[in-house]
């Protein structure tokens, strides 16, 4: 437990989500009336007002003129009092424990105390490189990895897996973490976790180590996330697949559970070492990964809980808001090419504290979103013994409904998309923002209005609009609101607005955030300099009146990285955001080297590999950004 007291709800409320709640509880009662999101969205928002940086690649990360950008927690920084420099020819699964993790992924901030200057960073950790990691590897392909790794460096991935909760301090304009803060806290591939919900329980949940399938070791692939308005991470386990060797004894009956989820392709060689990761010796493993798992991050002690309600895909993010009646909505996106785009909706309302909310998640409708020609939409409810998900196709309850929530949601004739990455409702507006980052497998026989081109290389971002503003509607409306990539080459078709400059465009929207205004910000992943002539970065894309799809680049990464995170401070001061995996080649395919990266920021120090890292970004002199 913390030393000192954990805030109150009241306090976690006075600070960031109350300010937003009363927002939606405005919205909500505007559309309660009648008025509908437009008249509930009574400011105009804001355009962009900020000097447009230059596209490009470089070893460096850049950032609009009159902002600053300061690298705030590295891969392998010390949380803890009392560790040596990091030394990563050194690193001991011990050390990497209690030091920041790797490749950071989704970043939330949650504000403590009353002046802003102080708050909890929780950050996933999404996935390792060994390649980049560890000095003198020699292996050349991903073969060759798994094949070299010791058991001891398995056991340092393990350990740069998961999140990290680190308290933050500003002083002066610049943040740094606070060493000793009693709510330290890393989550590892190894932390116990309870499975809760719906399929906790079920037996083919079930191992040798957990013959009652309610507990399991640790979470992985942990991409997007979200925070709650209680003050609780939610963070997505996405491609889990990746961590099984191994194949399932001949007609074992997860087979085609196992090939939905596209088990069979290892990246990583964790089961040579722990039976857990090997098909061949547990089977039901993989059925305890692919869940978004909620963490309270007031208490280091509170053991993180696996939310089988929210069903089993390769999550990307959790982000959600109050729905005007209380109950709260989580938008949901399947990562993987023709996946699927999912909406939970509580039983239950939010409640005044922490502990009221403790089990709200766990009981509720998940929906999968099927999108029509005519630019209507339906969510369809992912209910047993409805719509055909019964014993007759295999669902045997509603914890095999969730189990293999992806043939479900086929199965109901959910919209197959161009993988659905980061889900944002922006509460200003009522509307909801949906990154769909590419899809090359797309033929011209499968382009429909949704998923309007075949072999969609750069991705598109769709607006959805809930029915009457409310986000427990079964029906929307929605509409691409731009096509992504180059919109001078005609081939591509792009549909940016022509307002947007030459640097202003991008390509795969990943991750994306909403600022204080209501103002949408996107990250992306799979920019280069031979795909698109730019690194990945931050766009800022107009959603309102006759600049509605204009966008404008603000930030990008050094070569090799994609772009994570964005979280705002509730003033908007800080941005912070995410690098992931700077120093890979910056060609699709080739093989990163520890030896020979192609950067080595942010050190720059000749013994140091590239090191994925959150970065603050302000205005010079303060203010609010963008
Ligand atoms: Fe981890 Fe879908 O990105
Ligand atoms: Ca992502
Ligand atoms: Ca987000
Ligand atoms: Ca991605």
Redesign the pocket.
Same mark, same amino acid.
């Given at each position: 437990m913390p030393h000192e007291p954990a805030p109150t709800l009241d306090d976690v409320i006075a600070q960031r989500f109350s300010r937003r709640d009363l927002m939606r509880g405005a919205a909500a009662t505007a559309l309660a009336a009648g008025l509908g999101p437009e008249a509930a969205a009574s400011e105009a928002l804001p355009g962009f007002d900020f000097p447009e940086l230059a596209a490009g690649v470089d070893e460096h990360l850049h950032v609009a003129d009159g902002y600053e950008a300061q690298v705030l927690l590295r891969w392998g920084d010390p949380l803890f009092p009392g560790l040596p420099a990091f030394d990563p020819a050194r690193l001991t699964p011990e050390e990497q424990e209690r030091r920041f993790g790797y490749n950071n %992924?989704f970043v939330g901030f949650i504000p403590l105390g009353s002046d802003g200057d102080r708050g909890l960073l929780v950050v996933n950790h999404?996935y390792t490189k060994a390649e980049l990691m560890f000095p003198g590897l020699g292996a050349t392909d991903r073969k060759g990895v798994i094949a070299t790794l010791s058991s001891e460096q398995v056991a340092v991935e393990m350990a740069a897996h998961g999140g990290a909760v680190v308290e933050i301090a500003r002083r002066d304009g610049r943040w740094a973490p606070v060493i000793g803060s009693a709510y330290t806290r890393r989550i590892t591939a190894r932390t116990p976790m309870a499975i809760t919900g719906p399929a906790a329980g079920h037996p083919r949940l079930a191992t040798a180590a957990d013959p009652e399938g309610r507990w399991v070791e640790g979470m992985i692939?942990n991409?997007?996330g979200g925070v709650t308005p209680w003050g609780t991470w939610l963070s997505g386990e996405?491609?889990v697949h990746y961590y099984f060797q191994g194949a399932l004894p001949a007609g074992h009956e997860e087979a085609r559970n196992a090939k939905t989820m596209g088990l069979g392709k290892p990246q990583y060689g964790w089961g040579r070492f722990h039976a857990r990761f090997d098909l061949s010796k547990t089977p039901n493993e993989p059925n305890r990964f692919g869940w978004v798992v909620e963490i309270d991050p007031f208490d280091p002690a509170s053991v993180p809980k696996k939310r089988t309600a929210l069903g089993r895909f390769?999550h990307?993010g959790a982000a959600g808001l109050t729905a005007g009646d209380g109950r709260y909505v989580v938008y949901l996106g399947d990562?993987e090419k023709f996946q699927h785009v999912y909406r939970f909706v509580s039983a239950g309302r939010v409640g005044a504290t922490r502990v009221d909310n403790a089990d709200l998640l766990d009981a509720g409708t998940l929906s999968v979103a099927r999108f029509e020609a005519d630019g209507s939409g339906r969510w369809l409810p992912l209910t047993h013994g409805a719509g055909g998900l019964d014993a007759g196709n295999g669902f045997g309850s509603q914890a095999e409904v969730l189990i293999e929530t992806r043939r479900a949601a086929r199965l109901l004739g959910g919209t197959p998309m161009d993988?659905p990455?980061d889900i944002e409702a922006n509460p200003k507006t009522g509307r909801v923002y949906v990154m769909l980052?590419n899809n090359t497998d797309r033929t011209p026989a499968q382009e429909e209005p949704s998923n309007p081109r075949a072999a969609n290389a750069y991705g598109h971002v769709i607006e959805l609009q809930p029915d009457g503003g409310d986000h427990v509607a079964d029906g929307f409306r929605w509409d691409v609101l731009v096509a992504c990539g180059d919109p001078a080459k005609k081939a591509v078709g792009a549909t940016f607005s022509t307002l947007t400059t030459a640097d202003g465009w991008f390509g795969m929207p990943?991750n994306c955030v909403i600022d204080g205004r209501g103002r949408l910000w996107i990250a992306t %992943?799979g920019n280069s300099r031979r795909g698109t002539g730019r690194a990945d970065g931050i766009w800022a894309l107009e959603t309102e009146g006759p600049r509605r799809g204009t966008s404008r680049h603000f930030l990008r990464v050094p070569v090799g990285a994609e772009m994570c995170g964005p979280c705002f401070t509730p003033d908007d001061a800080t941005l912070f955001v995410a690098v992931q995996h700077p120093g890979e080649p910056d060609e699709e395919g080739a093989m990163a080297r520890y030896e020979t990266p192609s950067t080595r920021w942010p050190d720059f120090a000749p013994g140091l590999p590239p090191r994925p890292s959150v970065v603050a970004v302000t205005r010079k002199g303060g203010g609010r950004i963008g």
């Open positions: %992924d999404e692939n991409c997007s996405e491609n390769k990307e990562d993988r990455e980052t990943d %992943d």
